[in-house]
């Protein structure tokens, strides 16, 4: 039986393990309806492709702590994702929140992404963003930062330090600011429906409020929504590229 020099292996292995990190968390790979065994071949194929590049740089010896280099990968390819994530996740709030003013908190939809139910403008927000995503070939953006990591910060040589979890949260942080921003146009709308309304039941307490203000909030809201749809691209890629670069201060940080 021919023998396997495991040392020699390890830069290949750090290598598929910061692939499979990525195939975790990235957008549109890593959602469940995609199933493992594409996940699994995808980064098989990747690790195949990119091995006789980037090993070849690195000595053929494994780590002397390899279970610490494995959980650095792991956070390499789980962060390169995640920057690009919290976008969708921002969108998902944007819809969520104007779900609750729209009188939507109880109409909700199976998410195929994650299985569970959410609001139908959770989902409305998250599939145009995917659409926006796809079409505007980000994901191709991610893939080229992928092979740059292996120059910012070879496999075996991360280091996690303070400044690497402060950017962590600082993205996650700017969750909220983004969904904010998406629902603005239609929740500056329906909150001043709302006070007009106000206005109108305090002048003519005959008036059926409960009866014309959900209408109302409605029509006035997707009015908005449908009107501020055509400033989601530029919007949404910009907020790609700012995650792309705070991915990019993610990997100088851990070398």
């Known amino acids: 039986m021919p023998q396997i020099d495991f040392n020699s292996m390890a830069p290949t292995f750090l290598l598929g393990v910061r692939l499979s990190g990525l195939m975790t968390f990235a957008p549109f790979l890593g959602g469940v309806s995609i199933p493992w065994k594409v996940k699994s071949g995808l980064a098989a194929v990747l690790t195949a492709l990119l091995a006789p590049t980037y090993t070849a740089r690195l000595p053929h010896t494994a780590p002397e702590n390899l279970i610490g280099a494995v959980m650095g990968e792991l956070m390499v390819g789980m962060g390169l994702g995640l920057t690009l994530e919290l976008v969708f996740e921002a969108a998902r709030f944007a819809g969520q929140f104007l779900g609750f003013q729209f009188g939507y908190s109880l109409v909700n939809v199976i998410d195929p992404q994650s299985q569970v139910e959410i609001s139908v403008l959770n989902f409305f927000h998250y599939t145009v963003l995917m659409l926006i995503f796809l079409q505007g070939n980000v994901h ?18 991360v280091v996690m330090t303070g400044q690497t979890v402060a950017g962590l949260l600082h993205a996650t942080s700017g969750v909220f600011l983004l969904g904010l921003q998406l629902a603005s146009p239609a929740l500056v709308v329906t909150v001043m429906t709302d006070i007009a309304l106000s206005f109108m039941s305090k002048a003519s307490p005959q008036l059926p409020v409960m009866a ?44």
């Open 212 to 255: 014309v203000g959900l209408p109302a909030k409605m029509l006035v809201g997707y009015a908005a929504i449908w009107s501020s749809v055509v400033f989601w691209p530029a919007l949404a890629n910009k907020w790609f590229y700012n995650s792309i670069q705070a991915a990019d201060h993610l990997l100088r940080s851990m070398h």
């Open 140 to 157: 191709h953006w991610l893939f080229r930062l992928l092979v740059r990591s292996f120059d910012v910060a070879p496999p075996g040589a």
